[in-house]
């Protein structure tokens, strides 16, 4: 299969495989081990037939439980599948209607600090902590195929644990955050045309505003995060080390199994 960013999914968005990425120390990411998503629930035969070429061999759902209910994924042919929920409820609103969002947020600024808010708690929840734990505990044992990893909309659980894994193998910080505002650019055409659709039909601009706020992403958010783990750690490698306890040598066996 060839080496893509953007896999040509039609019935999902921001499937974006992330092989290819540089490290510090001069190896990159190998190709077709490591992939970040939005949901499965829609995929067609022909979208499983491209996630079956690369092939993925985990699908990790971090979605909270009335998503997967409401939304299972449609699980690739060669992939065993496990639900990590990084928090009980959809903390990120991402699966969430208008009338629902309006009713929480009613100035233009409530969607902007909901997100730094989930950043905060996405470092401190127990239950995130939980899953990110499980997470690297699956990428250690993923010997062959890709590790298919994705929530909702694919940018904020999923945008985090893209953070976790790319630091811990050893990707420059400026990368990582190229990579997090990435998914504005692959969902635009889709943001702006739900935003403009949510126009035509009466939403205020506050609902507005807020629903943009919600559906991408921004330096601020994942900085909120980064901020947090500087405070309270020190920085990342002291986190994954005391926090999500994962050991020097694991880190050594990741980047074994993940980089060229």
Request: charged share 20%.
């Amino acid at each position: 299969m060839a080496n893509q960013r953007l896999l040509p999914i039609k019935n999902g968005y921001n499937f974006r495989d992330l092989g290819g990425y540089p490290t510090a120390d001069g190896h990159q990411i190998k190709w077709h081990r490591l992939i970040r998503t939005g949901s499965l629930a829609r995929l067609d035969q022909n979208d499983l037939t491209v996630l079956d070429n690369i092939p993925i061999s985990l699908d990790i759902d971090l979605r909270a439980p009335d998503e997967v209910k409401k939304d299972p994924d449609r699980v690739p042919s060669q992939a065993k599948y496990y639900h990590l929920p990084v928090f009980e409820a959809d903390e990120t609103d991402a699966s969430h209607s208008d009338e629902e969002i309006a009713a929480q947020m009613q100035q233009p600024g409530n969607g902007y600090h909901h997100m730094l808010d989930v950043y905060h708690r996405m470092i401190t929840t127990p239950s995130a902590k939980q899953a990110y734990q499980k997470l690297f505990n699956l990428l250690l044992n993923n010997e062959h195929g890709a590790l298919l990893f994705h929530c909702t909309a694919g940018k904020d659980r999923t945008g985090m644990a893209a953070y976790l894994i790319l630091s811990a193998l050893g990707v420059e910080q400026k990368i990582i955050m190229e990579d997090y505002l990435l998914t504005n650019t692959v969902t635009q055409d889709f943001r702006n045309h739900w935003l403009q659709d949510m126009r035509n039909h009466g939403a205020s601009e506050e609902l507005v505003t807020n629903r943009a706020a919600l559906a991408s992403v921004a330096p601020d958010y994942l900085n909120t995060a980064i901020k947090n783990i500087t405070q309270t750690y020190g920085n990342i490698n002291q986190y994954l080390n005391n926090y999500l306890d994962i050991t020097p040598t694991e880190i050594k066996d990741l980047r074994k199994l993940y980089l060229d």
